[in-house]
T-cell receptor
Framework: LAKITQPISMDSYEGQEVNITCSHNNIATNDYITWYQQFPSQGPRFIIQGYKTKVTNEVASLFIPADRKSSTLSLPRVSLSDTAVYYC???????????FGGGTRLMVKP | DSGVTQTPKHLITATGQRVTLRCSPR?????VYWYQQSLDQGLQFLIQ???????AKGNILERFSAQQFPDLHSELNLSSLELGDSALYFC????????????????FGSGTQLSVL
């Protein structure tokens, strides 16, 4: 059962690349790593998912090193509209629940 | 649009009352999840159903109950409401059963804002 650690908050400026790292030291062999984005008063939105190496889609990239004990969500050239909470999910908890941690609150400034 | 429909969007009621929140999953999705999010708080897992069967249960209050019907829609019933039950209630769906090795991806509805006065 992976214990997840990610920064509580991050600040960035428009046009910059943002990298949010998630630590999951005891990730299980079969676990996937999934990231969600949540705006205020909206449900989380699936961003990206990966198992190993690198995954890229139209929104973000996900980098996973060989040991899979961490992962990095990369948002290229952020804009003000990327201000949101970003959650990293890995596997399920002891009660087989799919739980969201505190997430990382990203603030993009002009 | 995630394809998950939640009704109603807003609900205002009084303490002691009972309400029902409804969720229609995306077409083809067999799993339905319910989450509660209080103001500026994280998402609290309530319960998950898969194809009509309870799959996982969180710290859901005894005053709360849920079910998933044969047509796969789900309802969350909240009774004897208290002020502290005021929150956003989200439903999510996925095609996956969930569990070890599952690459499940959740798709969330827009939520029901419950206000207990």
């Amino acid at each position: 059962l992976a214990k997840i650690t990610q920064p509580i908050s991050m600040d960035s400026y428009e046009g910059q690349e943002v990298n949010i790292t998630c630590s999951h030291n005891n990730i299980a062999t079969n676990d996937y790593i999934t990231w969600y984005q949540q705006f205020p008063s909206q449900g989380p939105r699936f961003i990206i998912q990966g198992y190993k190496t690198k995954v890229t889609n139209e929104v973000a990239s996900l980098f996973i090193p060989a040991d899979r004990k961490s992962s990095t969500l990369s948002l290229p050239r952020v804009s003000l509209s990327d201000t949101a909470v970003y959650y990293c999910l890995v596997g399920r908890n002891a009660g087989n629940m799919l739980t969201f941690g505190g997430g990382t609150r990203l603030m993009v400034k002009p | 649009d995630s394809g998950v429909t939640q009704t109603p969007k807003h609900l205002i009621t009084a303490t002691g009352q009972r309400v029902t929140l409804r969720c229609s999953p995306r077409s083809g999705d067999l799993s339905v999840y319910w989450y509660q999010q209080s103001l500026d708080q994280g998402l609290q897992f309530l319960i998950q159903y898969y194809n009509g069967e309870e799959r996982a249960k969180g710290n859901i209050l005894e005053r709360f109950s849920a079910q998933q019907f044969p047509d796969l829609h789900s309802e969350l019933n909240l009774s004897s409401l208290e002020l502290g039950d005021s929150a956003l209630y989200f439903c999510a769906s996925s095609v996956a059963y969930g569990g070890s090795g599952s690459n499940e991806k959740l798709f969330f509805g827009s939520g029901t804002q419950l206000s207990v006065l």
